[in-house]
Structure formats: structure tokens, C-alpha cells
């Protein structure tokens, strides 16, 4: 693989590209979704093939092919390069691509890779886990349980000198029940994801997902739909993490600079929320799903303080970012497959604890709502706006939790809302997720503490 | 290349058969496509994509798998062949599963699905195109600071199903996409807007339309406030239709969710859901649609479904596994996106039929309430609930639009919604699967803050 990406980057070069990269993947999924107890879908597929990007003066292209032979990789990376010397007399801004050269190889340590374990165990345990979530309660009416797992060979290279072999090892398993009582209908849905082969799927937490997930929809039928208001909302781990996610991290991705398409442009270095808060993107955690040792365009990654005490001190990088904006490289360059090319992404990201005990913070709250897990979000960094909806939450009057509450959504702007946290709980939670951006999806993390949001309208019937 | 397409996966059918499927279905899809990206008002980057797969599914008894590969290497796609009959070989059966689709006696006519100038778009030309898209933007907002995002892309593709029950199709078709994305700061404020257009043929995108309306839409949500909530009514465009009602109601509708009691809507064929204002037909043949096409993705014939007459649920969506297990006869609606799926249940072209007036005249008829330009949000599709953001709108009163809202969110109940449209408008546009007018809602819950 090593020889095809040179040979690649070559052909590029002697066409006329000033840099050049290349992504060769071969990537491995099973995917084994069951309802009721029957499966409705086992797929097996094998992603192979390079992407290839060459750059002049400031003008990229991009282009792919599955033809893994030197010719087809040479005659890709001619055309590409030809692509990019026809874009660069039309470009606006002048610069260069510049970043550290590595070599490394970082290969994936796992109990049991996913291609030793038989089909057979694979679908036993989707059926435990889908038998576990409609036998936990009469009122579960359907049950959806859906394993993955994706093997990930990929080598980076580019003209700079770097080449980087990784690996990665995804297994997720998702149960979504409906539940049913009367005229009430709930549903609910709980996941495990983590890096690492299939040993990570024998855990506790993992082999428990359909009773946990079932737990909730029984929970929901009893749950009122919110009503609409602007009241305090303390946030649970995994909300507060979507929050720093699309109320933040998304605005910190820094291909948004040379695009003027975040409100943080004018931001960087000044004083955006309180001085206790502190948000983080941190792909070295070991373990998690958003974790990796190099980015997809082989940069090394590290720890990424996006706000220190209330200051915004750092964005997330591709070498094009860094670059232009002359900042230091951070390896936040991502892509879903080899189909696409890698642009700024957040890894796992986070609000780090702070001082207040959670029970605190909830008898602190006159009146408001406790809100818990997620359903989705979604933000407009050139507007400033963004919104997420909580899974479900309970009412809090008088400091105590009351009444469950579903799908409640909460609207904000960027530059108002870190101003509204005003207490930030001490204990630590993250949970898997996928974010979309540019229609790329990649798996990520987001978690924090409790946290409590003042004055924020709470969307409802 | 069709005709090879076929016989690729004739072969691949006969191999799944040979190793013991009882039934099997080969889709082969290939495209290629190029796009060209606009950054800050320049053009940056350029890009093509070939893609070629071929997705197997296998049958053994009432068990099935699926395997896909990214080549259409003979290697590969035996490889696909042996984990597909190795998976349903594993999987637990399915007693409802009845067949994979037979052959139809005929195939409908469709016409407009492929553009030769779409297929033979040079770069330059499509240079020029997204040239047009920014200029137009530009205009309107000279005097303010600006950044102009813009994309266009073009496709043009194959696909050919066979089945073991001797089905043997193939298709060409062709798309293009423009989009532009303005941001615009004054005085502190700063927002944005954007617009879209896509069409299976080239004349179907008015670059400067697109530029220029994105641009207008941008300078009108200067100035965005928030408002006193309450109940009000609720006036939607037809890009905001397509996302509630389009995607919020089509997903409820499909056989499939409402067989396993997911779906917010139950046992409601023949019952008054909506308000007798809406008529909703799913039509695969409309010429020149996004979502049209001569077979689903099971190769299954395409047709015109009658979904809603005047509020009244007359069908479900269905692939041939649902239709089977209703003992009703198969919509067409087997959907996959590309060879790397099994096939699910979408629309092809869900069209809400118009009746009268523009959005001004919807407006002109609201003493005080909201106009929802733009959504991201859709309902839980097992309550119905809905609480979606206002990703951009406008706060009416007096039948005129007063100014752009922020942070202002819409909820109700889905089951609601349907029967408080009041209003349909006559201005329909196609989006993607979808083809709305505006609308209006009589009262929904506005929270803003």
C-alpha cells in the first residue's frame, strides 16, 4: 500500500499539483438489525479504495477509485491534479499547505477482531439482546436491535513526507423499543458504541442495552408532552454534551475562518462565556469511539482547548486551516471514507467538570426543568442559532424533580448561551454519537457534567 | 453499459442461486459525478466521484442476507454472493416474508428522467454556471460585509436490478444540484440564509435565482428578535411543508412503521386524519420528477398512489415485503439510495396538491402570527410531537411581515397539524422527493426567548 500511495502522489506532483494526498482504505462492516425476534437485515460489505486530493496556489481537488492497481491509481491521480491546475485560475486567495511530517504505523490491539467471531455468536447476541427488551414488560409492543461492527485499514500519505498506516475497530449495538399502553405510544432508544473488537460488546452496560432502553419507553407512557416556555434548565451529561457540540464545537471548526461563516470569527482569544467553564475536544482518550491517533490526513492528534476559563483559545484544524490562518496544526481533519475529503470535525467532546454536587444544583433551582439524553440537534454557525431536543426530563419545582417530560427542544444563539451557564456540576459522563456535516457522517463522543442553563426557551405543546 | 450491467448481475444471481439461495436480486449502481465549490465568493475546489457497487441479496427459505461491495470486480462480487448466502444462512426466519417482486406484464413510460446536457457538462460550463449563482448574490448585498458560499454538482448514473423471479431492468438517469449560502454582517448583527435548486435536467437550475433569492432572504433576517409566544397561527413556506408535512407525515404513513405500531398514525385507512383542505398523491411517473422512476428498487412497477383526499387516509406506502404481509397490493415505494443497502420505504414524488394564493396572500390573511421560512426539525414519528426551531422566520402582524425571529420554537401535535390547515396555497415547488405549496396552520404553540 505504501508503494501505491507514492505512486499516487508522484503522478500528482508531475502533473503540475504543488501538494498532494492520498487516503487507501479498505474497510470491513457487518451490520445485523432483528425486530420482534426476526432479523430484518444482515449486511456484510467491503468499502476498498483510494481518495485522492491535489492542491495548486489555493485551488483543490478531489477525486476517487476502487482500480487498486498502480495504472489506476496513477491515471486517478493525473486527472485530479489537471482538475486542480484548471480551478487555480480562478481562485480569489493565494496559499500554500504546509504542516509536520510523520511516519508512523498504529495498529489496533483487540481481544477478539471482529472476523474471528463466527456470525452465528453475532446474531445470538442481537437475539439476546432484542428477547431481553420485549421480555422486560407486556406493554414493549416492538423491538429493533441493531449490531455493527466496521474494521478500518487506512494509510495516509502526502507530499509533504508524511505516511501513516492506522487502524480502527467500531462496535456499536443500538436497542429502540416502542412501548404501548391505552392510547399512549412511547418510544425509546439507547446505544453502546466504543473502540475497540468485539470483547467490548461483553460488558455489563453493553449486554443490558434492550432492558435499559425498554426501561425508558415504560417509563415515557406516564410522561406529559412539555409545555412551551423560556424557564432554567439543568442539563444531564449527555445533553450537556450535545449542547457543547452544536451550541459550540461546530462553530469552532475552522475551515469556518477563510469562509467568514461563524459569528466566533472576531472571537478567537476574547472572553465568550463565565470563567469556570471550560469545553474540550479530545481525541486521545483512550477507548472512546471518537478517539484516533493521527487524522485523516495523517496529522498527529492531541488534546484541543476550545474554551480555557471563558476564553476561546483554540479551533479545530485541517492543515488548510492551519495554514491560512498560520495557527498550529491540531488533527482534526476527518472523512468518512476514502469517498471524501477530510475537513475540520470535533472527536469527543466535552464541558470539563466543575465544583457544584448535582443534587445541589437541582435543590439551587427554583423552578425549571431537568432535561436528560438526546434525540438530535442542529446548528448554523454563520447565524449563530442552534437547537437540540432532550430524549425526556422532569419538571423542578421548589428545587425537587417532578413530573417526566418528552421530547423537549431548546432553541439558543452561540454568543448568548455560554453566558447563561451559571453552575456546572462535578461529576462526568460521555456517550456515543454520529455527527453529520457536509453529508460526511462520523462517529464521535459528547458528555460533560450536570450543567444549568438560565432563561432559555424550552420548545412544547 | 446498461445491457453489461444486466448481464453482471444475471451472473451474480445465478451464482447466489448455485450456491443455494432459493431466491436472489442483484442491483447494480454506478455514477459519476462532479462538483465545483464556492468559498468566500471564489471558486476553490473541484471534484469527481466514480462509483460503482453491486448489492446482493439472498433468499434461503424465508431467511435473508445481504452483502454489497464498492467494484464491480468479478472477485469482489462473488465475494458479496458467498457472505450473502453465509448471513441468511444465519438469520433467524422471517414468517411474513412471502417473495421478492415478480416481473410486471408492462413498465410505465417516464419521461424527462435523463438530461445529455447533465451527462456532458464540461467543467468550464459548470464553472460559468456557479460564476452566474455568485454574481447574482452579490448584488444585493454590495454594501454590507458578505461571504458567499455556493456548490453545484451534476450526476448522471445506472442502475439494473435482476431478481431470480426474472426481473431484468436497468435505468439512466441524471441530476443537478445548486445551492448558495450568504452571510451578511451590519453593525454587529450577523445572519444568514440560504437556497437550493434541484432538477433531473440542467434547464430545471436558474443559477441567478438561486443566488439572488438566497442573498434577499439574508438581508430580510437582519435584525432578528424574539417575540411574546402563545398560540397563533403558523404560516409555512413550501420548503418548511416539505420538511413537517413532506418528510413528518410520509414517514408516518409508511407500511412498514405502522405495521410494527411505530407510527403516530394507526388502523386509520378510510378515517378523517387531516383537514378535508389536503390532498396528498405519491406519484412515481410525474415527468421530469426527482423522485420518478419506471421501477422501485426491487424492481417493482412505479405508479400514482392516492394517499390523503380531502383529509381522508386512503393508502400506506409499501414495498412488496409489506404489501405481502397486508395482502394489499405493492405502491412501489422500495427506496434504496445506492447499491450499499437494502431496500427501505420512501416517497418517490410526494406532491401536496395546491389550491389557491401565493405565500403574500397566505400572509395578507394573518392578523398576527408566524411565517416558518425554514425547518431542520421533524416530529417523533411514535407520539407525533413536534417541536421544531424556526431556523429562520418572521414574526406577522396585520397580514405583513415585521421581522426575522430568533431563538423561537413551534409545537404540536402532528395529529393536530393535519387537521389545522386552514389554508393551501397554488405555489408548489419540487424539492428533492417532495412538491408543496405553502400553507397555513391555525394555531400552534410559539415559545420564543
Known sequence: MESLAQVAIDAAKKAGAAFADVRIENTVTTIIE???????????????????????DGAWAFGQTADLTPRGVRSTAA??????????????????????????????????????VPIDEKIGFVKMIDDQARGFDKRIVNTRTTY????????????????????????????????KDGGSRQRAFKSVGVKGGFEEMETKRAQTVGETSSRLAIGLLSSVAAKGAVTDVIMDPVLNGVMVHEAFGHACEADNWPAHSTVLEDKVGKVVGPEHLNLSDDPTLPSLRGSFAYDWEGTKTRKRHLVKKGVLTELLHSLESSSRLSMEPNGAARAQSFMHEPIPRMSNTFME??????????????????????????????????????????????????????????????????????????????DAGTCGKGAQMVPDMSGGPHARIRAVPVGGM | MAQRFVELAEKAVKAAERLGANQAEAYIGTSRSFGIDVENGSIKSASERRDAGCGVRCVVGKSIGFAYVTTLNDDDIDEAVRKSIALAKASIQDPDFVSLPSPEASYPIVRGLFDKAVEGLSPDDAAEMIVRCVDAAKEPITKRRNSIQAELSVSSG????????????????????????????????????????????????????????????????????????????????????????????????NAEEVQYGRSYISDAIGSQIASERLHIVDDGLLKGGVGSRVFDAEGARSQRTEVLKEGVLRSLLHSSYTANKDKVSNTGNAYRPSYAGTPMIATSNFMIMPDRGTLDNLVSEVKKGVLCMNTGDRPNMTTGDLSAMLMEGFYIENGELRHGLKSTLIGINMRDLLKRVSRVGADTRATASMVTPSIVIESAKITSG
Not at chain 1, 362 to 389: R, W
Open chain 1, 34 to 56: 432483528m425486530s420482534d425476534g426476526v432479523t430484518k437485515r444482515s449486511m456484510a460489505s467491503r468499502l476498498k479504495g483510494a481518495g485522492i486530493r491535489a492542491f495548486i
Open chain 1, 79 to 116: 486527472s485530479v491534479a489537471k482538475m486542480a491546475l484548471a480551478t487555480h485560475n480562478r481562485i480569489a486567495e493565494r496559499f500554500d499547505i504546509n504542516g509536520p511530517v510523520f511516519k508512523d504505523e498504529v495498529r489496533m490491539k483487540v481481544k477478539r477482531p471482529f472476523e474471528d
Open chain 1, 148 to 179: 455493527g461492527d466496521m474494521w478500518t485499514e487506512l494509510y495516509i500519505a502526502n507530499s509533504l513526507g508524511t505516511m501513516v498506516y492506522i487502524e480502527n475497530s467500531l462496535p456499536r449495538i443500538s436497542s429502540t423499543v416502542t412501548a
Open chain 1, 353 to 430: 467538570p466543575g465544583d457544584w454536587g448535582v443534587d445541589e444544583l437541582i435543590s439551587d433551582t427554583h423552578e425549571g426543568v431537568l432535561l436528560c439524553e438526546f434525540n438530535y440537534g442542529y446548528t448554523e454557525p454563520a447565524k449563530g442559532q442552534f437547537m437540540f431536543q432532550a430524549s425526556y426530563g422532569y419538571l423542578i419545582k421548589n428545587g425537587e424533580t417532578g413530573q417526566m417530560v418528552r421530547d423537549v427542544s431548546i432553541a439558543g444563539q452561540i454568543l448568548e448561551v455560554l453566558a447563561k451557564i451559571d453552575a456546572v456540576a462535578k461529576d462526568f459522563q460521555m
Open chain 2, 158 to 253: 445506472t442502475k439494473a436490478i435482476v431478481n431470480s423471479l426474472g426481473v431484468s431492468q436497468s435505468a439512466k438517469t441524471t441530476s443537478a444540484l445548486i445551492d448558495s449560502y450568504i452571510t451578511i454582517k451590519e453593525n454587529g448583527d450577523q445572519t444568514s440564509s440560504s437556497e437550493y435548486q434541484v432538477s433531473r435536467e440542467l434547464k430545471g437550475i436558474d443559477p441567478e435565482w438561486v443566488g439572488r433569492t438566497a442573498s434577499e432572504n439574508a438581508l430580510r433576517n437582519l435584525g432578528s428578535k424574539t417575540i411574546e409566544g402563545g398560540e397563533m397561527p403558523v404560516v409555512m413556506t413550501p420548503l418548511a411543508v416539505a420538511t413537517v408535512i413532506g418528510s413528518g407525515f410520509a414517514g408516518a404513513i
